[in-house]
Structure formats: structure tokens, C-alpha cells
């Protein structure tokens, strides 16, 4: 089954729900596979494009503390002085006065976020405005300021 976004579901359904087995695969390549109870999942995993498997429990992926992107944890660090600005290589040339925020670009000026086609995904809140300027990478190569944690 696919949805207007692009997204595809591919498992059991029953009644027209998703029911049994089944995974919802994302556009940008994030799988989220399940044990689906009329529509609702009732236990499952997330699977990011790059193969990192999200855990609820324990997650400590870009903590503060471990600040290594996953494609360095399989593979490691470059040679010293070729920074890895994200777990892309290379990043994505993020638009002036615009914010990678992860999914996409953000402009603070019209709060809006937009996938890396440049297509509209959401209008930020307060607390993801504030978030994304405190912590995202920001057009000409200016990072946000980082404070690790107390």
C-alpha cells in the first residue's frame, strides 16, 4: 500500500488495517518493521537508512557524550584536519540563511522546514525553532554552538 508521501506499507492487513507482520518502508530510506494490532503497532523497530537500528532503551547515538556519526562508528575516523560535518560524506550544501535540521532545510525567517527536493514537510514550533538554532548546522559552513552535558 502506498501512501500519498511516498511511503509504502508492505506486510498483512486485515479489514483494510495494517494487521500482522509488516514494515512501513520511508521515502529517504528508513524501515519501520512491526507487529501491527488493527492499525496500531504494538511492538516494533526503526531502522534508519544507514542500517543504525534505533533502541528505545539505552539509545546513546550522538548523546553529547559519543559524538561520532554512525558512518564513523562502522568505518572510522578520517585522517586528522578532513572534518565529517554529517553522517552524510559529503553533507548536503545547505541554502543561505537556511539550517539542516536532519530531514531536511530549515528557514528561520518563514519557519519552514522542506525536505532536500525542496518540498514543504512542516512548519516549526517554537521548541524546534529554538532547537534548530541552538543545534543545526547552518548555511557557510557555520555550525551551531555545542555545550556538552553537565
Same mark, same amino acid.
Given at each position: ?38 492499525? @496500531?503497532?504494538?511492538?516494533? =523497530?526503526?531502522? !534508519?537508512?544507514?542500517?543504525? /537500528?534505533? +533502541? #528505545?532503551? %539505552? *539509545? ?51 519557519? @519552514?522546514?522542506?525536505?532536500? =527536493?525542496?518540498? !514543504?514537510?512542516?512548519?516549526? /514550533?517554537? +521548541? #524546534?525553532? %529554538? *532547537? ?19
Amino acid at each position: 500500500y502506498r501512501l500519498p508521501t511516498g511511503t509504502e506499507y508492505r506486510g498483512e492487513l486485515r479489514d483494510g488495517q495494517f494487521h500482522g507482520h509488516g514494515e512501513l518502508r520511508f521515502p529517504r530510506g528508513g524501515v519501520f518493521r512491526a507487529l501491527w494490532h488493527r492499525g @496500531v503497532p504494538t511492538q516494533g =523497530k526503526y531502522i !534508519f537508512a544507514d542500517g543504525l /537500528e534505533y +533502541e #528505545e532503551e %539505552e *539509545w546513546h547515538y550522538c548523546d553529547g557524550y559519543d559524538r561520532r556519526f554512525y558512518t564513523e562508528i562502522c568505518s572510522g575516523f578520517k585522517p586528522p584536519g578532513i572534518p565529517q560535518l554529517t553522517n552524510l560524506d559529503p553533507p548536503k550544501t545547505i541554502p543561505a540563511g537556511c539550517y539542516d535540521c536532519g530531514d531536511g532545510f530549515y528557514n528561520p525567517q518563514t519557519r @519552514v522546514v522542506v525536505d532536500y =527536493k525542496f518540498r !514543504f514537510l512542516r512548519n516549526a /514550533e517554537d +521548541e #524546534e525553532h %529554538e *532547537w534548530i538554532l541552538r543545534t543545526c548546522r547552518r548555511a557557510g559552513g557555520g555550525g551551531a554552538e555545542r555545550k556538552p552535558k553537565p
